[in-house]
């Protein structure tokens, strides 16, 4: 029997915390409990993003975490939702194939950068 019985939420520290959070209800997030510098914001399943303020307004890199994928119906309109909100394209969707998956899979996928330099993946599987 497993511990883990899914994923509550992932945690973001914003630079501009209004914007990042209007950022993500332009992306559908709802949300569902806010305190002085916190807000989580629902997926759409019950998991949530955590947004703090208080983040600073430079580059970090952390190799440990690569990206927050979202799973979408409709990677375009996601894709195109986020480029409205004013995130920065870095993929277009396109489909894809790793060709050692073992079963195989295909899947819909577009990536953005979200006003926090954030790395965000639109996913569908096909």
């Keep these: 029997m497993s511990m883990v019985k899914g ?7 914003a630079c501009d915390f209004e914007k990042t959070v209007n950022f993500y209800k332009a992306l559908g ?3 569902r409990v806010r305190w002085e510098g916190a807000v ?4 759409g399943d ?9 983040g600073e307004d430079r580059e970090r890199t ?5 990206h927050l994928a979202f799973k979408v119906d409709d990677v375009s309109a996601a894709y195109n939702a ?5 995130a920065t394209d870095k993929s277009a969707p396109y489909e894809a194939c ?7 899979i295909k899947m819909l996928v577009a990536f953005v950068y979200g006003p926090d330099g954030e790395l965000l993946e639109f996913f569908k599987e096909i």
């Design 7 to 13: 994923c509550h939420h992932i945690a973001l520290r």
């Design 29 to 31: 997030l709802t949300e």
């Design 40 to 43: 989580m914001l629902d997926m």
């Design 46 to 54: 019950g998991s949530c993003i955590e947004i703090f303020a208080g």
């Design 62 to 66: 952390d190799e440990r975490f690569l």
């Design 82 to 86: 986020a480029i409205s909100a004013g």
């Design 98 to 104: 790793p060709p050692t998956a073992v079963p195989p």
